[in-house]
């Protein structure tokens, strides 16, 4: 069984026990999180898909950490110009564990 839920403007296809990292949300470690914008779920072999979210779809989810990505490094540079810039960025993310699909 697995669902394809919609938070942080993306999608993710999740199944129980999955982990998978995730734009920040404001929890601590060990909160509890419920996504209702279920786009789809599978099954077996029934298939159930929202237009565009599924009527009392839930997927639950625990929180395992908060943490940041690895650093992007961008550098802007005009050749023959004198001219380089360079900049860093580092995502921050919220890790969770998926526990439960519920339609």
């Known amino acids: 069984m697995y669902a394809v839920i919609q938070t942080g403007g993306k999608q993710y296809r999740v199944a129980e026990g999955t982990t998978l990292k995730i734009e920040k949300l404001e929890l601590g ?18 298939t159930t898909v929202g237009q565009p979210f599924i009527e009392g779809g839930k997927v639950t989810a625990t929180v395992v950490s908060q943490g940041r990505h690895k650093k992007i ?3 802007k540079f005009r050749r023959r110009k004198h001219h380089m810039k360079k900049q860093g960025h580092r995502q921050y993310y919220t890790e969770i564990q998926i526990t439960g699909i519920s339609a």
Do not use: P, T, Y
């Open 29 to 46: 470690a060990g909160d509890s999180v419920e996504f209702d914008k279920v786009l789809l779920i599978q099954s077996g072999e029934a």
């Open 73 to 75: 490094r961008i550098i």
